[in-house]
């Protein structure tokens, strides 16, 4: 006896689209750190900003806008804010005066340790393992690189 033949996907179903499970799955990620990003006082693109200076201050404007895939029109205002919030300076680069040096201040450091346990939580919240998650971080980074070379 020959078997059915499965139903044809519709392709254009919201349920179909790799392109929704990301976006919907980015919202409620973002969703889970809000609380968290709230005791710091930081949004969470702010947190982002402060991730790449936790991880090496004295940058140019520039290099932030290349570590987070973000132009500098997005990022001036996020920089400006941290600044008025007594985070970062935000001075002119000493060799070329066309270019913005962005240092932590002494709260901006200091900022680092309060936000030790986010990680941790969000690893938490997502019922995911440590491994799942470093797979799927890897995935998505070849996805994007794919995408960006296209």
Known sequence: MKKPADPPINML???????FALYSSSLALTK???????ELG???PQYLV?????????VLVKEIGNALFLDSGTLTPLLKRLEANGLLQRQRDDADERQ???TLTTAGRE???????IPQKILCASGQSKETLIDLR???GALRTELLNT
């Open 13 to 19: 179903a919201l349920e179909n689209q790799f392109c």
């Open 32 to 38: 889970a750190y809000k609380p968290l990003l709230e």
């Open 42 to 44: 930081l949004t969470y």
């Open 50 to 58: 402060m991730l790449v200076l936790w991880e090496q201050d004295k």
């Open 100 to 102: 913005v040096r962005i």
């Open 111 to 117: 900022l680092r340790k309060a936000a030790m346990d």
């Open 138 to 140: 890897t995935s998505l």
